[in-house]
């Protein structure tokens, strides 16, 4: 139903900066929370930054103060802004939309959708 189209990642030196995008179909974008994470080799997938319908904004601890998460509604579209990068960014970063349908009260349904992934480099 809906569908995550991510663009952006590569290969950067550290202290640099990329800008990722996830372009999302569908008619209620607005509707949804929308988050990236990512995952390094070895690790668990890490949240890294979310932002809700309303423009409330989460960020990892270890990524605070150098990326931005941002959405335009109009564009449907979900950034993450990477700045200050280090070679621990390093990973595979994935771009997921989340809502609740609330159309039944009692049993409200969840929704998740997820992005192809896109790899982000970190080279010292």
């Known amino acids: 139903q809906v569908q995550l189209v991510e663009s952006g990642g590569g290969l950067v030196q550290a202290g640099g900066s990329l800008r990722l995008s996830c372009a999302a179909s569908g008619r209620i974008f607005s509707l949804h929370d929308m988050a990236w994470y990512r995952r390094a080799p070895g690790k668990q997938r890490e949240l890294v930054a979310s932002?809700?319908?309303?423009?409330?904004?989460k960020y990892a601890d270890s990524v605070k103060g150098r990326f931005t998460i941002s959405r335009d509604n109009a564009k449907k579209t979900v950034y993450l802004q990477m700045s200050s990068l280090k070679a621990e960014d390093t990973a595979d970063y994935y771009c997921?939309?989340?809502?609740?349908?609330?159309?039944?009260?009692?049993?409200?349904?969840?929704?998740?959708?997820w992005g192809q992934g896109t790899q982000v480099t970190v080279s010292s």
């Open positions: 997921n939309a989340h809502r609740t349908d609330r159309s039944d009260s009692v049993y409200p349904r969840e929704f998740d959708y």
């Open positions: 932002i809700s319908p309303s423009g409330t904004t």
